[in-house]
């Protein structure tokens, strides 16, 4: 897995990692009992500060998804993956909802957006 932030972006770095962590354990990527980087290892791997990293792994830990084993590392944790499902769904339906309501203060189409949702849904299937 590849962990990658973008400077640019509103959302701070921390976030972007746990962002991107949670998504490889809804995704399966990331396994229940599965040792992630050192804080070392993801701040150099993700090219940020390691207080950055560690404030992250804190992020995830405190939502449940990891847990720190004392001299050990940072493991995913047995309910990891439904807690980052349930997390990124939330996210995702959010993002949706801020869409919605710019379509429909701009006059979009409804039933063109829906085809449009359902075009990329169909193409996603095909890969």
């Given at each position: 897995?590849t962990?990658e932030f973008?400077p ?10 746990v ?8 995704a399966g990527?990331l396994?229940?009992?599965?040792k992630l980087?050192s804080?070392r290892g ?7 500060n ?8 804190r992020?995830?830990?405190a ?5 720190g084993?004392?001299g ?8 990891g993956?439904?807690?980052a499902?349930r ?10 909802r801020?869409a919605?309501?710019?379509?429909h203060?701009?006059?979009?189409d ?9 075009s ?6 095909e890969?």
């Amino acid at each position: 897995m590849t962990y990658e932030f973008d400077p640019s972006a509103a959302t701070s770095p921390s976030r972007q990692l746990v962002e991107a962590i949670l998504d490889g354990i809804a995704a399966g990527t990331l396994a229940p009992g599965e040792k992630l980087l050192s804080v070392r290892g993801l701040a150099a791997e993700a090219l940020v500060n390691p207080n950055t990293a560690a404030r992250c792994y804190r992020d995830l830990e405190a939502l449940g998804a990891v847990e720190g084993r004392n001299g050990r590392g940072v493991f995913v944790t047995p309910e990891g993956p439904a807690i980052a499902r349930r997390l990124r769904f939330e996210s995702t339906l959010e993002e949706f909802r801020r869409a919605a309501r710019a379509a429909h203060r701009a006059g979009h189409d409804p039933s063109a957006l829906l085809a449009w949702i359902d075009s990329l849904t169909s193409q996603e299937v095909e890969r």
